[in-house]
Each structure stands twice: as C-alpha cells, then as structure tokens.
C-alpha cells in the first residue's frame, strides 16, 4: 500500500469544486481512496464563522467561566455557546467540552476548530472576520457529493484529528465516508489457532485516516488531501456502523454521571 499527499492545492474558499481542485494535482485511479481534511470540506461548504454569530446564553456563559476559573486563562462565552449550538450533547463540561456532534462523531469542542481558519490566503486571518472553523454539517454527504463530482471513481473518506481517551496526543480519524463501508468484520473466521473470530470489527477508515494525517501533517504545510493506493478491503463483511449506539456506549453513560473535582 501507497499513501501519499497531493501538493499544490490552493487556498479553498467558499463554493470551489474539491473535487476540480484534486483532480487538477492528482491522476487518480478507481480503486483508490482519496483522504480530504474536513478543514477544506468546511470552507469549500462555507461552514467558516464569527464569534459574534453565537451571542452567549446563560449556559455559555456559565460554562465559559467554569473552565476560566479552572485554566485560569479567559474563556470567550460566544465559543461555548458555538459549541452547543453544534451538538447535541455536552458530555463532560469540565476541565474542556467533550461532546456529541449531530452526525455522531464525539470529540472536544464540537471538532470546532480556530487554527488554519483561512480566507485570505496568506496564512494570516481571513478576510471576512471569520475566526472559526465547524466541522461539515453532514460529512458523508459531503464525501458523497466530491465522489459523485470526480471523473474517477475513488472512495472518498473526509478526516479530522482528535485525541483518545488514555493516551496523550491526536490522531486521524473518519468523520464521512462514501464508496467504502466504514468498518470489515473478522466475525465468523478463525485465527491461527483454529479459534472463531467473536467481537473483531475493524475501523478501516479511522484506520486509512490515520495513515493520510501521517503524510499530511497537522501545521501550515498546506497538504489537506492524501491518497492510498494498492490497498484492498478484502473479502470481509462490510459495515457503516462506527459511532456506537448511546444505549450501547457504557463510556458515555459513565462519563455522563462524572463530576471533574479540582484538588
């Protein structure tokens, strides 16, 4: 397997053809799988925003200033008030936001982010005022919507990065998909020893997202797509089932019941 990063993509604004845009720098085959930051998605979705388009409620408010007297750094209530309007569930709202996004994924912030915003192309602030970034609405779709518009016919996986509980640091992982099922089932066959496989369902494309975010990086390297190649799925089960059922999600249920208690 290949992976690789497509370099000389432009600035993306509001309106461009991702797909137009790749294809321009890549010679892209059928049966690869084509990795698009959520970054570009937003922008080319106009999901880009001001902090004065989230006037803080009471709720913000009282949130921002929890995590102020926590931090001990200032916390603009108009982010936590993004912040809800963005999920649908705030999971744990102290020492940082942890919540439930509309399209299932859990992460810090809603996945809002404030770095690599852009706009006006110069790597400064945008040009509009805006100064955060949402995650696409529904990122399958839009997956959907950049492989329907190529000439070839490549799965397309659309990526973030966010942590994982108890390891430090961030990885790659799949927030939309399309032309690939999310996950392979090793249920049913057996392992060297003759034994069946039970409970083994492998995240392919938090797995493929993970590798693109190693050759694309996560600064102002300005390489927001990837390519792998020469990888096949195989002759498994498919499934789209990746963000877990909340009856079934005994990690949410605990955390929803956890109280953070400074020393």
Known sequence: MNVFAVPGLPEVRPGDDLAALVEAQADLRDDDVLLVASTVVSKAEGRRAD?????????????????EAISGEEKDPRFAQAVLEESTEIIVEA??????????????????DRSNVGGAGDGEASDDGADLLLLPERP???AARIRENLDSDPAVV????????????QRGVAIGWAGIPASRDWRGEEDRDGHELEVTVEAVVDELA?????????????????????WEFGDHEGS???????????????????????D
């Open 158 to 169: 659309v990526t973030d990065t966010s942590g994982r509980p108890f390891r430090h640091g």
């Open 240 to 262: 789209d089932n990746l963000y877990r059922d909340v009856d079934g999600d005994f990690v949410r249920q605990a955390l929803r019941g956890w109280e953070f208690a400074r």
């Open 140 to 142: 399958s779709e839009s």
């Open 51 to 67: 902090l004065e388009d989230f006037p803080a409620g009471p709720r913000a408010r009282e949130i921002a200033e929890r995590l």
């Open 95 to 112: 020492p940082f936001l942890l919540t439930a996004t509309k399209f299932g994924h859990v992460g810090v912030n809603a996945g809002i």
């Open 210 to 230: 993970a590798a693109a975010n190693l050759v694309t990086g996560e600064g102002d390297g300005g390489l927001p797509v990837a390519v792998v190649r020469d």
